[in-house]
């Protein structure tokens, strides 16, 4: 009998023919033995996470696989990132996605990233509890550069264009409303007041005078971008009957989508979602982790970083090197359902993100395995899941796991 379930989701693993791996995908071309071991217990299929056509981001390929219909339930990223960095939302919260990056004098973008600069904290600090016109802002550090940003008042709207102009050595951009409502201009004008007041604060702070000695960009600008409200959905637990679910990922975004369902986001030391991050120990807390919570969430990232740099190499390199850590899951009891798949491809040709389908495995004890041989993405084409979508997988799992209401008698 099923009782608990990892799933885990390699970020855009799903890629396409690489000529120098004679026209197979970095997946079919990497020596992944413990996936094929894997493959061969398990039923396989391939997904369209949002659906044919679409070409999904992460936070709503995510959203989809956990059985959150993004129609209904996605309201930005903004809100997601700062789950992410530990904010609690409410009602009328406005939320934004935040960098911390380097401006000159003119407010020209020198860097969007601050010389991805890796902790924050004192910067977020001393913005953090500014009202302006009424409107109360939360800022807290999130991963390296970033940050989660809220606005909390009354009369806000998440209309509003974003300050990041998403290129260096352009200028910051004002803050425009995104529809006539009153709300959307209040909200504007009070942004675009914060951003030139955060500046003067951040400018003239010791920290950042200590940086420009040192030769280093200055933190001296919060970019924001992603506008999103608050919006109340289900935890996951109360949405699909589990008992208790943990996360455990390195990113912000994952770790905050972790928490914006309500499931316990679990510190993994050296976890970073960078190429050298601990997937050792990543493997392990998972583990654990299932002797204690019914479901477990593990979301490794290199997978796509690596193909939107354009490297296929490296994206093979690194899918043996999770493989590796996959014979780890030998462990787990028959009790165990394993789900291995991707929230979206990234093809390394086109550095970004598309529409093909990824592969997906449900490897249980006793699941009508197909016996298939390789994982790969055309190895899964010929599973006996054929092609599913992301909104498909939750309700597989309750099925392998007998929880799924009859329907009729
Ligand atoms: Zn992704």
């Known amino acids: 009998m099923i009782k608990k379930v990892l799933l885990m989701v390699m970020d855009g693993l799903g890629d396409r023919p690489i000529a120098q791996f004679n026209n197979k995908t970095p997946l079919e071309y990497a020596k992944t033995p413990n996936f094929n071991k894997l493959m061969q217990g398990s039923q396989a299929g391939l997904m369209y996470t949002l659906g044919r056509g679409k070409r999904p981001g992460s936070d709503t390929a995510h959203l989809q696989i956990l059985g959150y219909d993004v129609e209904k339930y996605y309201a930005g990223r903004g809100p997601i990132e700062a789950c992410g960095a530990g904010i609690k939302l409410q009602e009328g919260d406005v939320a934004f996605r935040g960098n911390f990056g380097t401006v000159d004098e003119n407010m020209n973008v020198i860097d969007r990233r601050a010389g991805r600069i890796k902790d924050v904290t004192v ?8 009202v302006i016109d009424g409107v109360q802002f939360i800022v807290k550090p999130g991963s390296a550069y970033r940050a989660g940003v809220v606005m909390r008042g009354k009369g806000l709207s998440h ?14 951009h004002k803050v425009e409303p ?4 009153a709300q959307a201009k209040f909200t504007a004008n009070v942004l675009n007041k914060f951003v030139k007041k955060s500046y003067q604060i951040l400018n003239e702070m010791p920290e950042n005078k200590a940086l420009e000695q040192n030769g280093k960009l200055k933190a001296n600008f919060l970019l924001l971008r992603g506008a999103g409200y608050y919006k109340e959905l289900p935890s ?3 949405k699909w009957g589990f008992n208790n679910s943990a996360c455990v990922a390195g990113g912000g975004l994952y770790k905050g989508i972790g928490a914006f369902l309500g499931m316990d986001v679990l510190p993994v030391d050296g976890a970073n979602a960078q190429i050298d ?11 654990n982790a299932l002797q204690t919570y019914d479901f477990v969430f593990m979301h490794i990232k290199p997978t796509d970083s690596l193909a939107e740099d354009g490297k296929p190499e490296d994206k093979k390199m690194f899918i043996e090197k999770i493989d590796k850590y996959v014979s780890m899951l ?7 359902l394993i789900v291995v798949t991707a929230d979206h491809s990234t093809a390394c040709e086109l550095k970004a993100h598309s529409a093909d389908p990824v592969p997906v495995l449900f490897n249980a004890k006793g699941i009508r395995a197909d016996g298939l041989k390789n994982f790969g993405e055309r190895e899964c084409a010929k599973g006996s899941l054929g092609i599913i979508e ?13 929880k799924l209401p009859l329907i009729g008698a």
């Open 390 to 402: 992301g909104k498909d997988i939750m309700p597989n799992i309750l099925n392998i796991m007998g």
């Open 277 to 287: 991050t601990n997937l050792e120990n990543k493997f392990k807390t998972a583990i």
């Open 330 to 336: 030998n462990c787990l009891g028959d009790d165990v």
């Open 236 to 238: 996951f637990c109360q």
């Open 123 to 130: 910067f977020a600090k001393a913005l953090d509890g500014m």
């Open 178 to 181: 995104l529809d006539d409502s």
């Open 159 to 172: 209309m509003v264009s974003s300050v990041d102009s998403h290129n260096d050595g352009d200028s910051i």
